[in-house]
């Protein structure tokens, strides 16, 4: 059974960091990609950004480019999103998701994704 758990989620004052975890259980290699979105009150999810394991290649949504950075560490089978300078509109509850078919590059497209954690809420306070 495949399973994504998020956490790392906070409340916290604008300009302040977090890091978010995402532990991924149940695939039986490295060899896919992972995402993270987040979805806030009243809005669409959107992807904010996501890594090829195999290759380590990462995308961003433009609005947190040089503020947020994904990696991977494969040992712990464990994605993180360094989110850094946080703003208010940074707020949402952030998931992660993961999937084998995604085995040349990753996606920000949530439809590419098939396996989803439970999500963590990010509070920001300006």
């Known amino acids: 059974e495949v399973q994504l758990v998020e956490s790392g989620g906070d409340s916290v004052q604008a300009g302040e960091s977090l890091r978010l975890s995402c532990v991924v259980s149940g695939f039986n290699f490295d060899d896919y990609s992972v995402g993270w979105f987040r979805q806030a009150p009243g809005k669409e999810r959107e992807g904010v950004s996501c890594i090829n394991k195999r290759d380590g290649d990462t995308e961003y949504k433009d609005s947190v480019k040089g503020r947020f950075t994904i990696s991977s560490d494969n040992e712990k089978h464990t994605v993180y999103l360094q989110m850094n300078s946080l703003k208010s509109e940074d707020t949402a509850v952030y998931y992660c998701?993961?999937?084998?078919?995604?085995?040349?590059?990753?996606?920000?497209?949530?439809?590419?994704?098939?396996?989803w954690g439970q999500g963590t809420q990010v509070t920001v306070s300006s």
């Open positions: 998701a993961a999937d084998p078919q995604l085995y040349y590059y990753c996606s920000l497209y949530d439809s590419d994704y098939d396996n």
